[in-house]
């Protein structure tokens, strides 16, 4: 089976010089670092939101963005799903419309609003369906936001800072959830995250962002194990690849 | 990251920096003043140019055909005076306080864009014509008829210009991040130097923007001007009268090049002032 | 007097109005989204009406319209007669004042949409002309609706380039019937028709203001 996720590039942005490389197999891995490293940037590129200087990327073995040959798929032909720090969820559409909109693999209306309502059911958020997302709780919104990121089957979901515009409680309770419907599906996901606690819990695998490059790499491992088991292999740029690489023994990623 | 790594901008980064550098050049105060002046005198003047050439030009600069010229301009300037102080005053108010009949005070500062021009001419010969007393008033108050003269093109051109005046100081006012003006008011300015030394200074662009149109408009204002200043050969009869007046003569040709180069010169100026809002 | 001249006027508003929002909302979503050459002076071509007086507009409508040369040509083969002093004449002349309202607006509203949410519409999976209708127009509605009603007023308040044009049965429009009524001792007239036309105005821009300052969400 091809990786979720490969990733080879270089960015830059201004001052700021982004030069990353890693694969992600299955499972959740997790981006992790202070803002300004980079991770939000790394999501953008794999979503095709901006356009690597040079490098490679491809989801699910296929190649999406490759410089030299001059492949660059557009966003919507990448088969990702996504899901963003405040939701962007479109304000004059129902909860259920949002996430009827993102139902790609169907093409009648009814059979699409079906999808979606059993998505919202699957993320507890069956009694918003007729709500506009702006009478949502922020919790709520969040909840609406990943069941449009998954409702489109997607190949790999990007998760940017999901969580962190949320209060700490309802942190807790969308982690559990995010972690479960996730496990349930399988799609393989990359979240970023500057949250350690959360880094931990839901990753698992944690990828440290130093300031555009990677820090390093370790797996986590769950209390209850968990079927999928993530395999990743990092290359990482720089020499500081060993100090941050903490907790437990892992199949540590060989530079 | 100071920088939103979700803005999309797929240029190289090397043209980034090579295009930011050019235009800090091309920022600098001075050169931008340059640019605007040389725009302003550049625009009409190339309009006679292109007809006359230059010792013709000046010949019917001098000459009586150029009266509506000179009128407009003097009109134009004064009105666009009246108008810009009168609109920034509005649309500081309109920005920034609260108060019940906002919408309305905002529609009625607004009305000379949509409402007929004759109509606009109706009232204010009703209001300022000697028929009745405030008209009455009025020209003993200020010592000489303002009706069927050039103050009385002055009114009507103002008017003209206020909205646009009013809408893009408006726009600018609330345009301005509020926190640089909590920063000053922090500093113990107060409100009234808030105002004069932060706020207007940056929303000076738009602001200024919104005075070139206006002027613009005080320039091209007819349906009024006609009804109050009553298009008198030689002494009211501004350029957008005497170009409805005398159609295809070589006279109006000359009137409409100029206004031509005028307005694309003003609108020059208005997209330039807007474009580089946004890096400043 | 008055139900003429509020028909003819209507009508012709209304006219302008539908050529002018398909055009203006058209080329102002270009103008928002499209990255290409001459971008500026496209805009800027597209906004002279509002810089040039009305009068050098109807001075120009008439010498293209009525003068000699192709427009007149065409449209005396096709109808029998030039398009000056004619009901159509006067669409044309207020289509081309009214133009560049409906365009800045909508330029304006769509640029102003974040484009955080076109990019979510992106992400899962919507093709370009979806983002844009499901996204990016409803998104900018209320500008595009403001900017579609600001066309309509002025269209309806123009006299300088209506005037020039102006001239046969069917183009007399409310502000050439207030102007000739002012000055013919029609005083009542005069009066019902300015009071009518302030009614209209205000209205038109109360709307309009309210469409601006309420918030999207």
Redesign the interface.
């Known amino acids: 089976m091809s990786a979720a996720v490969e990733v080879d590039v270089a960015h830059?942005?201004?001052e700021?010089e982004l030069a990353v490389a890693f694969t992600v197999q299955s499972g959740i891995a997790v981006r992790f670092g202070p803002?300004?490293?980079?991770k939000?940037?790394t999501l953008?590129l794999i979503?095709?939101?901006?356009?690597p200087?040079s490098g490679t990327i491809a989801i699910g073995g296929r190649v999406v963005v490759d410089r030299s040959r001059g492949i660059d798929v557009?966003?919507?032909q990448r088969?990702?799903?996504?899901v963003?720090q405040d939701g962007?969820?479109?304000?004059?559409?129902t909860v259920l419309d949002n996430v009827a909109?993102?139902v790609?693999q169907l093409s009648k209306r009814r059979e699409r609003r079906a999808v979606a309502r059993d998505w919202l059911e699957r993320v507890g958020a069956a009694e918003l369906a007729d709500r506009?997302?702006?009478s949502l709780s922020g919790g709520q919104r969040q909840r609406v936001a990943l069941a449009?990121?998954l409702?489109?089957e997607p190949a790999l979901l990007?998760l940017d800072e999901p969580l962190s515009a949320l209060d700490l409680g309802v942190r807790r309770e969308l982690r559990a959830l995010i972690r479960d419907v996730i496990a349930a599906t399988g799609v393989p996901s990359l979240l970023v995250t500057h949250d350690a606690e959360e880094a931990q819990e839901l990753g698992d695998v944690v990828i440290e962002y130093a300031y555009g490059t990677i820090a390093g790499t370790h797996s986590v491992e769950h209390p209850p194990p968990r079927p999928p088991e993530a395999e990743v292999e990092v290359e990482a740029e720089t020499e500081s690849e060993t100090e941050a690489a903490p907790t437990p023994p892992a199949h540590e990623a060989d530079a | 990251?100071?920088?939103d790594?979700?803005t999309?901008?797929?240029e190289?980064?090397g043209s980034?920096m090579g295009a930011r550098a050019a235009s800090a050049i091309g920022r600098s105060r001075t050169v931008r003043f340059a640019l605007i002046a040389a725009a302003l005198v550049a625009g009409p003047l190339l309009g006679i140019l292109l007809i006359t050439k230059i010792g013709p030009a000046i010949l019917w600069l001098e000459s009586p055909d150029s009266g509506p010229f000179w009128l407009s301009l003097r009109v134009a300037l004064i009105a666009t005076a009246l108008a810009g102080t009168a609109g920034l005053g509005a649309g500081y108010l309109l920005a920034k306080k609260r108060f019940p009949g906002r919408d309305l005070l905002e529609a009625i500062g607004s009305v000379p864009i949509i409402l007929p021009p004759t109509v606009l001419g109706y009232y204010l010969l009703q209001l300022l014509g000697d028929g009745n007393f405030a008209g009455r008033a009025l020209t003993r108050l200020i010592g000489r008829p303002i009706v069927f003269t050039v103050t009385g093109c002055v009114v009507a051109a103002s008017i003209a210009a206020f909205p646009f005046c009013m809408r893009a100081a408006r726009a600018a006012i609330e345009g301005v991040d509020p926190r640089l003006e909590q920063a000053a008011r922090a500093m113990g300015l107060p409100a009234w130097r808030v105002a004069l030394q932060v706020t207007v200074p940056l929303a000076r662009r738009g602001i200024a923007a919104g005075v070139t149109l206006g002027g613009m408009r005080a320039l091209g204002e007819y349906g009024a001007t006609l009804m109050v200043g009553g298009n008198i050969p030689g002494s009211t009869r501004t350029m957008s009268l005497a170009v409805a007046d005398a159609r295809s003569t070589s006279e109006t040709h000359t009137l409409v090049l100029i206004l031509v180069c005028m307005a694309l010169a003003a609108l020059a100026v208005i997209s330039r002032l807007g474009r580089s809002r946004r890096t400043a | 007097m008055i139900p003429t001249a509020l028909w003819v006027s209507i009508r012709a508003a209304l006219c302008a109005t539908a050529i002018v929002s398909v055009t203006g909302i058209a080329l102002g979503c270009l103008l928002a989204k499209g990255r290409f050459r001459g971008r500026g002076i496209v805009e800027a071509l597209c906004s002279l009406p509002v810089g040039l007086p009305p009068t050098v507009v109807g001075y120009y409508l008439l010498t293209q319209l009525g003068g000699p040369g192709p427009v007149r040509d065409v449209s005396i083969a096709l109808l029998g007669h030039p398009l000056v002093f004619t009901f159509t004449g006067i669409v044309i002349a207020q289509t081309v004042e009214s133009f560049p309202y409906c365009l800045r607006a909508t330029r304006a509203a769509v640029a102003g949409v974040?484009p955080?949410?076109e990019?979510?519409?992106?992400?899962?999976?919507?093709?370009?002309w979806r983002v844009l209708l499901?996204?990016t127009l409803?998104?900018a509605?209320r500008g595009i609706v403001a900017g579609v009603a600001m066309a309509f007023g002025r269209a309806l308040g123009d006299y300088g380039a209506t005037v020039a044009i102006a001239g046969g049965p069917g183009t007399g429009t409310m502000p050439i019937v207030l102007y000739n009524a002012t000055f013919d001792g029609s005083a009542d007239l005069a009066r019902n028709l300015a009071l009518i036309q302030v009614a209209v105005a205000l209205s038109i821009l109360v709307g309009v203001s309210r469409l601006g300052n309420a918030k999207?969400?």
Not at chain 1, 79 to 82: A, D, E, V, Y
Not at chain 3, 119 to 128: D, F, K, M, S, V
């Open positions: 830059r942005l201004g700021f803002s300004g490293s980079g939000s940037m953008a979503a095709g939101l901006l356009r200087d557009s966003t919507q088969r990702i799903g996504m963003f962007l969820l479109l304000p004059h559409r909109l993102a790609r506009r997302p702006g449009r990121g409702a489109g990007l | 990251m100071t920088e790594p979700v999309p901008s797929q190289g980064s980034r | 974040d955080r949410l990019q979510a519409a992106r992400a899962i999976g919507l093709p370009e499901q996204a409803p998104l509605r999207e969400w």
